[in-house]
């Protein structure tokens, strides 16, 4: 069993930066990749980026792509969003999740498929 803690989410303006935090905890040996996605009021979760455990490899959504970067601490069993140049429309509940490599590094988490997954952290970005 594994266990994904976010941290790190908050109020911020439109424009400034904000990392949050996914530590994982318990069984988590073996070939993984770790992604974030995010759930705004009303709407449909939404798949953020991906990163490979072992190799650092990462992918992003279009939206996202060149203002959030996914970076993970292997030491610390924890993976990072940092999130530059906010708008308010990333205002969601950011969630990170843990998937075992079936093929490929992104693919399924991608297409929502986790086999853990954390709680969430709440984003909120004003104009």
């Known amino acids: 069993q594994v266990q994904l803690v976010e941290s790190g989410g908050g109020l911020v303006q439109a424009g400034d930066s904000l990392r949050l935090s996914c530590a994982a905890s318990g069984r988590t040996s073996g070939t993984y990749s770790m992604g974030w996605f995010r759930q705004a009021p009303g709407k449909e979760r939404e798949f953020v980026g991906a990163?490979?455990?072992?190799?650092?490899?990462?992918y992003y959504a279009d939206s996202v792509k060149g203002r959030f970067t996914i970076s993970r601490d292997n030491a610390k069993n924890t993976v990072y969003l940092q999130m530059n140049s906010l708008k308010p429309e990333d205002t969601a509940v950011y969630s990170c999740?843990?998937?075992?490599?079936?093929?490929?590094?992104?693919?399924?988490?991608?297409?929502?498929?986790?086999?853990?997954w954390g709680q969430g952290t709440q984003v909120t970005v004003s104009s």
């Open positions: 990163v490979s455990w072992s190799e650092g490899y990462t």
């Open positions: 999740a843990m998937r075992y490599y079936t093929g490929s590094y992104y693919y399924d988490l991608y297409m929502g498929i986790g086999d853990y």
